[in-house]
């Protein structure tokens, strides 16, 4: 599986930015994807989840971010509104395997080169 991100680039604080993810490969295997983020020395972090077609967010990122999933173009979208600037870092687009069938251990990630959000003060 790959992934490619698209849509990063620098927005004003109160902003918004969406961002793609394209999946190819045996796309069949992702079982979820997910968008994190990492700014510099900072751990990195999960920002959204989505399992078909059911979101999750951490409390620290509920309201201001929403991820979508087209299955069928083996897409999925991060908007981002309202941004601020500790939203700058290096966002990611991640996967990982269902396991079934001939797929990659369940649990197996897949990671995109990942994309620089800046956000301006």
């Known amino acids: 599986v790959q992934l490619v991100e698209s849509g990063g680039g620098l927005v004003q604080t109160g902003g918004s930015l969406t961002l793609h993810c394209s999946a190819s490969?045996?796309?069949?295997?992702?079982?979820?994807m997910e968008w994190y983020r990492q700014s510099p020395g900072k751990e990195r972090e999960l920002v959204a989840s989505?399992?078909?077609?059911?979101?999750y967010y951490p409390d620290s990122m509920k309201g201001r971010f929403t991820i979508s999933r087209d299955t069928e173009k083996n897409t999925v979208s991060l908007e981002m509104n309202s941004l601020r600037p500790e939203d700058t870092a290096v966002y990611y687009c991640?996967?990982?395997?269902?396991?079934?069938?001939?797929?990659?251990?369940?649990?197996?990630?897949?990671w995109g080169q990942g994309t620089q959000v800046t956000v301006s003060s």
């Open positions: 989505i399992r078909k077609y059911r979101p």
């Open positions: 991640s996967g990982y395997s269902s396991g079934w069938n001939n797929c990659p251990e369940f649990g197996t990630d897949y």
């Open positions: 490969g045996d796309t069949n295997c992702i079982a979820a």
